[in-house]
């Protein structure tokens, strides 16, 4: 029989039999359970007539267990007990950090300023363990069974998953100072086109970078020689002296502050990036979900760098050379 069907699953009834049993009287366990006295024993009454045995041997004077009132107060109260786990179980996940934490991040990102983080984590909430997966494309967090998904773009498409905002990266346009050296310093938008542009191809931007300075917004179509589905790769190949890549700062902070890449227009601005995790819309997060986002948020506050990387180039801007 199907326990959705089993109509002598009532617990209702069970609790109200417990009760009786336990306390020896009907009027000290409707007392116990707030009832009255009368809906106490309808409760009772209906459980014996649902399995079909009478429990308790009711007199004016006494109230005693039947043989098989003993035997199912024993099942019973192992049942009762079983709710009241499970029931502690799940009010745990709520105010406790623990279990597996599936996390989805941007492969970049994740390997770079995820997984360094995460033996903090770890250390900080000793009951949780995490299973990341890091991959460029965005995966579908309800059908794989993620519990957070971090994203970084300038705008979110609209879904019904749920999105808090850890926060902002810039974007920068980078090149080595010795290839800027050699192909010169371009001084608007319009000048990329004499230059190596590597592009990053999982962009919504199909081929093209968009620009601004104060009111002015200049979009240029891209001819690249290099493309690629990870800032890691196109930082390698701008380090390598290849070209010019528009890349997000937390990819590329420590090469600027060193010294060994150089921002080029950086008057120009791209759209800032917004980092957001997100997460499958429900009522009541869990622990190990809540404290794993503000342990991101207070991370991420520690490193400002990343919003506010500086971008005037050390070197004397010089018109791009003509091919």
Not at 16 to 25: I, P
Not at 48 to 56: I, K
Not at 126 to 152: S, T
Not at 234 to 257: N, S
């Amino acid at each position: 029989m199907s326990i959705i069907s089993d109509t002598s699953l009532d617990l209702v009834g069970l609790l109200a039999f417990v009760r009786v049993a336990e306390l020896g009287s009907f009027v000290r366990a409707s007392e116990c359970l707030e009832l009255s006295t009368a809906a106490v024993s309808k409760q009772v009454s209906a459980l014996e007539q649902r399995l079909g045995a009478r429990l308790l041997q009711r007199t004016t004077r006494r109230l005693s267990l039947t043989e098989a009132g003993q035997a199912y107060l024993r099942h019973a109260q192992e049942a009762l007990a079983a709710v009241r786990a499970a029931q502690d179980a799940v009010a745990d996940t709520q105010t406790v950090a623990r279990g597996r934490l599936r996390v989805t991040a941007p492969m970049s990102f994740g390997l770079l300023h995820i997984a360094p983080w995460m033996g903090g984590f770890l250390k900080a909430y000793p009951q949780v363990d995490l299973d990341l997966q890091f991959d460029d494309r965005p995966r579908d967090i309800v059908l794989e069974g993620f519990d957070v998904a971090l994203r970084i773009s300038a705008q979110l498409d609209a879904s019904s998953l749920v999105a808090r905002k850890i926060g902002d990266t810039r974007v920068l346009l980078c090149a080595t100072p010795d290839y800027l050296d050699r192909h010169g310093r371009p001084s608007h938008p319009g000048e990329l086109h004499a230059h190596t542009c590597l592009h990053y191809s999982l962009t919504p931007l199909a081929r093209s970078w968009e620009l601004t300075q104060g009111s002015e917004q200049v979009r240029v179509a891209l001819r690249s020689r290099l493309e690629a589905n990870s800032s890691l790769a196109l930082r390698a190949a701008v380090l390598a002296g290849t070209g010019l890549a528009r890349v997000p700062a937390f990819a590329v902070a420590d090469d600027i502050a060193s010294g060994r890449l150089e921002v080029a227009l950086p008057d120009w601005k791209f759209a800032d990036l917004g980092i957001h995790a997100v997460m499958a819309k429900r009522v009541y997060v869990p622990a190990k979900v809540r404290v794993f986002l503000d342990f991101l948020v207070d991370t991420w506050k520690q490193t400002p760098g990343w919003r506010t990387t500086e971008t005037r180039s050390t070197k004397s801007p010089r018109t791009a050379s003509r091919p």
